[in-house]
């Protein structure tokens, strides 16, 4: 399994962006738990939103609520990342991951996703 995670770029604040996520290799898109994780500069990494299973739940940490929106498309094996209204302190690297047998109360521990993409550079200029 391998994901690919692309779509960060340069953007001033109040600005946005879309990044995706193409999945490769012989698993069940919708049996996989979807989620996006960054890592700003001297930080931890530290979660930002989860499509579930078939997509029948999202979940987003409390600062990106209302700004971003995660989806899937499984006819593509995606997953996207909407982010809009952007601010200098969403300045990080965003890396896709994914799990199969992942919990609800785990979605925010990165331990648990078996699958990790490269990552895709965000910046926020001010």
């Known amino acids: 399994v391998q994901l690919q995670a692309s779509g960060g770029g340069v953007v001033q604040t109040g600005g946005s962006l879309r990044l995706s996520c193409v999945v490769t290799g012989s698993i069940s898109f919708s049996t996989y738990v979807m989620a996006w994780f960054r890592q700003a500069p001297g930080k931890e990494r530290e979660f930002v939103a989860a499509s579930w299973r078939r997509g029948s739940a999202t979940y987003y940490a409390d600062s990106m609520k209302g700004r971003f929106t995660i989806s899937r498309v499984s006819a593509n094996n995606t997953v996207a990342l909407q982010m809009n209204s952007l601010k200098p302190e969403d300045t990080a690297v965003y890396y896709c991951?994914?799990?199969?047998?992942?919990?609800?109360?785990?979605?925010?521990?990165?331990?648990?996703?078996?699958?990790w993409g490269l990552g895709t550079l965000v910046t926020v200029s001010s």
């Open positions: 991951a994914a799990d199969r047998g992942l919990i609800v109360s785990s979605m925010a521990r990165e331990s648990d996703y078996d699958y």
